[in-house]
């Protein structure tokens, strides 16, 4: 098979397992997604990376994924410095922009996607601006248990930690927060899909 028939076959594999993985998110009660998020909570809160880092990157979670509300909590409870990402629309660029309190998430404005983060032209510290980040906290569809994730199919994480590099503290770690549900053999990957370094979950 050639390059082309290669990336399309990679791409319809991606489609498919995204149908797959949000099947079986879809068929999870809220109290079960809120049960495992406890407990996917408590592992990254106990986690020697989350509790020796400063600047954390946490997603605002929507109803599909592990819910962060605890954890950005935790983050100003220890006095860490919070930051959300901000999607910039009709484009792969995502900045990781700070969050001042917890209070702030209530006014944030919703996008298209229905995910809140700060107005595009709010005036805010960019992570890779300043000190860069010790740790970010990645979202997904779907992850295997090489590291391999399964985004949206955006690449706005890709393409973060691709200018994480040039950042003179360099990349920083990247952790997965999942539903076990979301754990599959094997994630289809391209050259730019970037690997994580590890994913949390209820393993029983």
């Known amino acids: 098979m050639n390059y082309d028939g290669n990336m399309a076959a990679l791409r319809a594999a991606k489609k498919a397992l995204r149908l797959e993985m949000k099947r079986r998110v879809a068929a999870l009660s809220d109290t079960e997604k809120h049960r495992q998020s406890v ?11 989350y509790q020796n880092c400063q600047r954390i990157a946490v997603f605002l ?20 410095e919070c930051f959300i990402p901000r999607y910039k629309t009709g ?8 969050l001042s309190s917890v209070e702030e998430i209530c006014n944030l404005p919703v996008t298209s996607w229905n995910i809140q983060q700060p107005a595009e032209d709010d005036l805010l510290e960019e992570a890779l601006n300043t000190g860069g980040l010790d740790l970010i906290l ?4 779907g992850f295997d248990k090489h590291g391999n994730r399964l985004g949206r199919g955006k690449g706005y994480y890709d393409t ?39 994913v949390l979950y209820e393993m029983l």
């Open 39 to 49: 407990a996917v909570s408590r592992q990254l809160l106990a986690h020697p990376k």
């Open 91 to 98: 484009s792969n660029h995502m900045d990781m922009v700070k």
């Open 160 to 198: 973060y930690l691709e200018r994480c590099v040039t950042h003179p503290k360099g990349r920083p770690y990247t952790i997965a927060l999942a539903f076990k549900e979301q754990i599959c053999d094997l994630v289809p990957i391209t050259e730019s899909d970037k690997p994580i370094d590890e």
């Open 61 to 80: 979670s929507m109803s599909d994924e592990i819910q962060t509300e605890d954890i950005i909590k935790d983050v100003f409870q220890s006095s860490k």
């Open 138 to 141: 990645m979202p997904g569809l």
